[in-house]
């Protein structure tokens, strides 16, 4: 680098290569270090520095157990408390029908399995969409082998599944449907008002599980008007820690425990609660949904502004929709003639951080179901990168991104062409 700007300065490098060396300055500290750019907040975000303090008091100061009868037990039930109206106040639900778990996979599982069994008698008939997260997916897959029938809506090339389609699959037998509120791949957002309203005409009695870990946060989630009897959400996609989430239960619903033990949370999630993680998680409710307006808007603003920069590079497809019917945090786009590792390495060298698919599903190799469903083609499929932004990202991360991006694709282009 630093020889790099003596060339420039000796004026011995070519217009393009001084013109590139300019963009380059520009993205350089006075430390001589190019920036950082996470983009890959989908798997994962950086927390809030008030879950952070939340998180270390509760570790440190109210480090009771929230079951012991002494002060220190009760500061910990207190804080569980607090966390709990918290999230039940962001959702305008109560109190009680928030119920912590260790995250999204948790909760998925036991909306899908817990209502499955507990229905049972009522039908053993479940629908489900064809881009679902693994962790609802692969329960629907266990379910399958306990005598449920399960069926696989399809999805447009936007993501979207059809309310016609949702309409006509449905029988008497059916007990439950699933349907993600945000894709976690391409961030298409499902139609989760219109699906409640044809599930309660069609029949009032089925149950609607809506997998929110990519969408709360972003969206404000009424789950009784909308007609969602079951909401999971995952606190490390909200800039709160890694190891919590809750599941929103309807009162009215009829559900099973999956785990059985000391009776904690009346009985639904037993074991020693979780008070760093609880009151982490409800730091970072609080502060996500302060000022949430513009929050969304500057998620929005990144995500147009990284597309407009893609689209005015040669062999770049944006999947899915480029509208706002799609999630305002997620851009997933295929950039032809690069293998989709050997572009997210060589971004990793400048900086900057993506993902090649769900972190969730990466260490099984495959195509992307998503894209598979939404009809790419196998050139899409090996080029397909995962950019997504959460509440520290700027513009600045995005132009310097797409400066790499524009340095580094004719290279690799011609080396795969080699």
Not at 191 to 200: D, F, G, M
Request: hydrophobic share 40%; glycine share 10%; aromatic share 6%.
């Amino acid at each position: 680098l630093s020889a790099l700007m003596l060339l420039l300065e000796l004026h011995v490098l070519s217009e393009s290569q001084k013109s590139a060396a300019k963009r380059l300055r520009e993205y350089i500290d006075g430390k001589g270090r190019t920036m950082e750019a996470y983009f890959d907040n989908s798997a994962t975000t950086q927390v809030f520095d008030c879950a952070k303090e939340a998180v270390l008091r509760a570790m440190t100061v109210d480090y009771g157990n929230a079951a012991a009868r002494h002060m220190k037990g009760v500061e910990a039930e207190r804080i569980i408390k607090e966390a709990r109206k918290e999230i039940a106040n962001s959702l305008k639900a109560q109190e009680k029908e928030i119920l912590f778990t260790s995250g999204g996979t948790e909760s998925n599982n036991m909306a899908v399995i817990g209502t499955a069994f507990a229905n049972q008698r009522a039908g053993k008939h479940i629908i489900t969409s064809s881009i679902e997260h693994p962790s609802v997916y692969n329960a629907m897959a266990f379910l399958e082998k306990q005598g449920f029938e399960v069926t696989y809506l399809p999805v447009d090339a936007c993501g979207h599944i059809s309310i016609g389609e949702l309409e006509a699959a449905v029988r008497e037998d059916t007990v439950l449907v699933s349907i993600m509120y945000v894709n976690n791949e391409i961030g298409a957002v499902e139609p989760v008002e219109e699906i409640s309203a044809c599930l309660r005409q069609k029949n009032p009695g089925i149950l609607f599980h809506a997998d929110a870990v990519q969408a709360y946060g972003k969206y404000e989630i009424r789950p009784k008007r909308q007609g969602i009897d079951l909401l999971s959400v995952s606190g490390h996609k909200i800039h709160g820690p890694k190891g919590v989430g809750f599941l929103y239960i309807n009162e009215r619903v009829k559900i099973l425990p999956l785990l059985y033990g000391g009776g904690q949370q009346k009985g639904m999630r037993p074991g020693t609660e979780n008070v760093p993680g609880c009151a982490g998680l409800g730091a970072a409710v609080k502060e996500i949904y302060t000022d949430h307006g513009a929050r969304a808007e500057a998620l929005y603003a990144l995500r147009e502004r990284l597309i407009a920069g893609l689209k005015q590079m040669k062999g770049v497809t944006v999947n899915g929709c480029e509208d706002r019917r799609n999630a305002p945090q997620i851009v997933s786009a295929a950039f032809k003639g690069v293998r989709s590792e050997v572009l997210l390495h060589a971004l990793e060298e400048k900086g900057v951080y993506v993902s090649s698919g769900s972190a969730c599903s990466s260490n099984h190799p495959g195509h992307s179901g998503t894209l598979k469903a939404i009809g790419a083609g196998r050139e899409i499929l090996d080029s397909t990168l995962r950019f997504s932004f959460g509440a520290f990202n700027t513009e600045a991360e995005v132009d310097y991104a797409l400066w790499a991006l524009r340095e580094l694709l004719p290279v690799l282009r011609r080396y795969r062409a080699k």
